[in-house]
């Protein structure tokens, strides 16, 4: 359970979500059993994600000179991440498949094709395919709004889910993962504000 989630904020961003109905008649598991309940390859994974962030956390306070190793021990990481990702995209997936299209530490917002019940809880399933983030967790639907879109074909609705139940380490994946996006999105906006002054 999350203590303070409003101290987190969500950042614009596409991904997939598999949901499965949680079963009400069952408690919500606790940060073992939602261990247990992961695949072998999304536990390898965040414990890769893991171990790299403390050990990059640690090589940051050496000198200069570690820099080239810094870089070097993140490219290594960035090979494994790929790997694991690639295994985990081959794996049969649980659920019905939604279109995220913002995350942060506290929740996820999906793009439905269906209204979806208020304050049921989902097991979810999250990959941020370019962020090399995948995690099981269990969320809460808390509004299904109508998307207005006047291009769109078919009806969608806007979902936000909030986490009920995720492991630390997987909400400062995220929280690494939002800072990373939001670091992009303002670095392209800076390219195109220094192109139309040129």
């Known amino acids: 359970m999350i203590p303070d989630s409003n101290s987190y904020f969500n950042v614009p961003h596409n991904f997939n979500v598999y949901l499965t109905s949680w ?3 069952h408690a919500l598991p606790t940060d073992d059993e939602l261990r247990d309940m992961q695949s072998v390859g999304l536990k390898l994974l965040t414990e890769v994600k893991s171990l790299e ?15 080239a190793v810094v ?13 694991l990702q690639h295994v985990l995209e081959k ?60 291009t769109a074909d078919t009806p969608s609705w806007r979902c936000e889910l909030e986490f009920s139940q995720i492991l630390e380490d997987d909400i400062e994946q995220l929280v690494r993962a939002s800072l990373n996006v939001q670091q992009k999105m303002l670095k392209k906006r800076k390219q195109n504000i220094d192109k139309q002054r040129s």
């Open 23 to 25: 079963d009400p008649s």
């Open 53 to 67: 962030a403390s050990c990059l956390l640690q090589l940051r306070h050496l000198d200069n000179d570690a820099k």
């Open 71 to 83: 870089d070097f021990l993140k490219l290594q990481s960035r090979k494994v991440d790929l790997v």
């Open 91 to 150: 794996e049969v997936q649980d659920g019905e498949l939604f279109t995220g299209d913002q995350f942060g530490g506290s929740g996820i917002s999906i793009i439905s094709t269906r209204p979806l019940i208020a304050n049921e809880f989902v097991k979810t399933h999250i990959y941020l395919h370019t962020e090399l983030v995948a995690l099981l967790c269990i969320c809460q639907i808390r509004t299904c709004t109508a998307a207005t879109n006047d």
